[in-house]
């Protein structure tokens, strides 16, 4: 029992226990903000995707088509990227991005309502896969707008050289809006790492996500969202524009494998903010991710380039720059969901799978896909999904699947993963098919779809736009 001398000197004590703690109680319930260095990653990687279109993509795709519709690609990838981009903007971002149902998001973010408030000056944050940890949420809006910008001008590949430039801008509105909103709901669309504390309802919290993440489906980067989505699209495209005149008749050489190796390099280059980038944080995930896409890559280069020189006796460049293309698909999906051995395998093995889309397969089904789309976007992504469900697997060099709640490392077998992956595949293919197949007969129906035969023969470069790529 205390004196009562003792007790002023008691309480002396305490309180100055207190006011020496008091700054740190007031720091633990300040509100978490962004660290300076993933802000600045993330942003670098947006910049980075930013690339991998304008000019990126529109170089990879403009050196293969002819030069007198070179013009009219360029035209294409550009504007539709811009058009996608003030979509996403207005509507986009919040139907894929925040709280609805198991296929949509809704409509609380419209225009971008709330990411900022001008009044106070604070900015809004989101969660990243880490707890405690948050990033900008103009950020975050940033990045994805060029994931969903880019994906749509991937299936521009495969109806170039006949399709109206009003044909195309009307279809990517549709497609956009009723294919990768939805899809990239299903997939990415969560509550966030720090909804899931300790005494949250975890089954209420998941019952708020996406479909195919309920599933557990794994696509880090976008595997199904963008390349199967788009690749598939593209294939129903082709049949249904239809042939170019003179396809299977006429030589419609790439004019420029030159302009075609750039666009290459500079995807490998852009793709780097793709993958890594979707770890949302500078950190050791981001690490994986940048190996496992700079490796698998040159894998897939080789893989072509070495199948394609046993079977034509010549290792062309037309073929090292597809087979880059394909280990960049593949391992999109994968990137931080595999180790370095899933890597070699996937990279080695999506140079060969895209190689037999493009020829035997593409022979198979008939259609002018002009630019190889669903040859080397859908298959390499299907790989790649499927591939993911494998290689996840702690005991093959991959990280395994981290618990909501607890952060620890979990497989559920590669078995139970893989048809968990087949799943979120074929739900993607027939949504997507779908989509495009109405997309593309309403456009028909509105606008047609083909320009006439005259212009085709002539080139779009000068008939749809007045102007020419080169001076001849």
């Given at each position: 029992?205390?004196?009562?001398?003792?007790?002023?000197?008691?309480?002396?004590?305490?309180?100055?226990?207190?006011?020496?703690?008091?700054?740190?109680?007031?720091?633990?319930?300040?509100?978490?903000?962004?660290?300076?260095?993933?802000?600045?990653?993330?942003?670098?990687?947006?910049?980075?995707?930013?690339?991998?279109?304008?000019?990126?993509?529109?170089?990879?795709?403009?050196?293969?088509?002819?030069?007198?519709?070179?013009?009219?690609?360029?035209?294409?990838?550009?504007?539709?990227?811009?058009?996608?981009?003030?979509?996403?903007?207005?509507?986009?971002?919040?139907?894929?991005?925040?709280?609805?149902?198991?296929?949509?998001?809704?409509?609380?973010?419209?225009?971008?309502?709330?990411?900022?408030?001008?009044?106070?000056?604070?900015?809004?944050?989101?969660?990243?896969?880490?707890?405690?940890?948050?990033?900008?949420?103009?950020?975050?809006?940033?990045?994805?707008?060029?994931?969903?910008?880019?994906?749509?001008?991937?299936?521009?590949?495969?109806?170039?050289?006949?399709?109206?430039?009003?044909?195309?801008?009307?279809?990517?509105?549709?497609?956009?809006?009723?294919?990768?909103?939805?899809?990239?709901?299903?997939?990415?669309?969560?509550?966030?790492?720090?909804?899931?504390?300790?005494?949250?309802?975890?089954?209420?919290?998941?019952a708020q996500g996406g479909l195919i993440w309920r599933w557990?489906?794994?696509?880090?980067?976008?595997?199904?969202?963008?390349?199967?989505?788009?690749?598939?699209?593209?294939?129903?495209?082709?049949?249904?524009?239809?042939?170019?005149?003179?396809?299977?008749?006429e030589p419609m050489p790439p004019h420029s494998l030159t302009?075609?190796?750039?666009?290459?390099?500079?995807?490998?280059?852009?793709?780097?903010?793709?993958?890594?980038?979707?770890?949302?944080?500078?950190?050791?995930?981001?690490?994986?991710?940048?190996?496992?896409?700079?490796?698998?890559?040159?894998?897939?280069?080789?893989?072509?380039?070495?199948?394609?020189?046993?079977?034509?006796?010549?290792?062309?460049?037309?073929?090292?720059?597809?087979?880059?293309?394909?280990?960049?698909?593949?391992?999109?999906?994968?990137?931080?969901?595999?180790?370095?051995?899933?890597?070699?395998?996937?990279?080695?093995?999506?140079?060969?799978?895209?190689?037999?889309?493009?020829?035997?397969?593409?022979?198979?089904?008939?259609?002018?896909?002009?630019?190889?789309?669903?040859?080397?976007?859908?298959?390499?992504?299907?790989?790649?999904?499927?591939?993911?469900?494998?290689?996840?697997?702690?005991?093959?060099?991959?990280?395994?699947?981290?618990?909501?709640?607890?952060?620890?490392?979990?497989?559920?077998?590669?078995?139970?993963?893989?048809?968990?992956?087949?799943?979120?595949?074929?739900?993607?293919?027939?949504?997507?098919?779908?989509?495009?197949?109405?997309?593309?007969?309403?456009?028909?129906?509105?606008?047609?779809?083909?320009?006439?035969?005259?212009?085709?023969?002539?080139?779009?470069?000068?008939?749809?736009?007045?102007?020419?790529?080169?001076?001849?």
């Amino acid at each position: 029992m205390l004196t009562a001398p003792r007790r002023p000197v008691l309480l002396a004590r305490l309180l100055t226990v207190a006011l020496l703690a008091a700054p740190a109680l007031a720091l633990a319930s300040d509100p978490v903000v962004p660290n300076k260095a993933d802000t600045a990653w993330m942003l670098t990687s947006t910049a980075l995707v930013l690339l991998m279109s304008v000019p990126a993509l529109g170089l990879f795709y403009g050196g293969l088509v002819r030069t007198k519709n070179m013009l009219s690609v360029l035209m294409q990838v550009f504007v539709g990227f811009s058009l996608i981009t003030v979509l996403w903007c207005i509507y986009g971002y919040s139907l894929a991005f925040t709280q609805g149902n198991a296929f949509i998001g809704g409509f609380s973010r419209l225009f971008l309502s709330g990411v900022f408030d001008p009044r106070t000056g604070s900015f809004a944050t989101v969660s990243t896969f880490s707890k405690n940890t948050v990033l900008y949420e103009l950020v975050y809006v940033a990045f994805q707008a060029t994931f969903a910008a880019i994906t749509c001008c991937l299936i521009l590949g495969a109806v170039v050289e006949r399709i109206k430039f009003s044909a195309v801008l009307l279809f990517l509105v549709i497609w956009f809006t009723f294919s990768y909103l939805p899809v990239a709901h299903m997939v990415w669309y969560w509550p966030g790492a720090d909804a899931f504390t300790p005494t949250a309802d975890v089954n209420a919290l998941t019952a708020q996500g996406g479909l195919i993440w309920r599933w557990g489906a794994l696509d880090y980067a976008g595997g199904t969202v963008v390349h199967i989505n788009a690749g598939v699209a593209g294939l129903v495209g082709a049949f249904v524009l239809g042939k170019r005149v003179g396809f299977g008749r006429e030589p419609m050489p790439p004019h420029s494998l030159t302009l075609t190796m750039v666009g290459a390099s500079l995807l490998w280059f852009g793709w780097f903010g793709f993958n890594a980038g979707s770890a949302l944080e500078a950190n050791g995930a981001a690490a994986l991710a940048f190996v496992n896409t700079y490796l698998a890559t040159a894998c897939a280069v080789l893989s072509w380039m070495g199948a394609e020189w046993i079977l034509k006796g010549k290792p062309s460049m037309l073929g090292a720059a597809s087979g880059a293309v394909a280990g960049l698909v593949a391992i999109t999906p994968a990137a931080g969901n595999v180790g370095i051995p899933g890597a070699f395998v996937i990279g080695l093995g999506a140079g060969l799978v895209c190689l037999w889309g493009v020829t035997g397969l593409k022979r198979r089904i008939r259609a002018d896909d002009a630019l190889d789309v669903f040859g080397v976007h859908a298959l390499g992504g299907i790989f790649g999904a499927l591939m993911t469900g494998i290689f996840n697997a702690p005991a093959l060099g991959g990280p395994g699947i981290s618990d909501n709640v607890t952060g620890a490392q979990s497989y559920p077998g590669i078995a139970a993963q893989l048809f968990i992956q087949f799943k979120a595949v074929c739900l993607v293919v027939v949504w997507t098919a779908a989509v495009a197949w109405v997309g593309f007969r309403v456009v028909k129906a509105l606008t047609g779809l083909r320009v006439p035969e005259e212009e085709e023969r002539e080139g779009l470069d000068i008939t749809s736009h007045g102007e020419r790529a080169y001076d001849l």
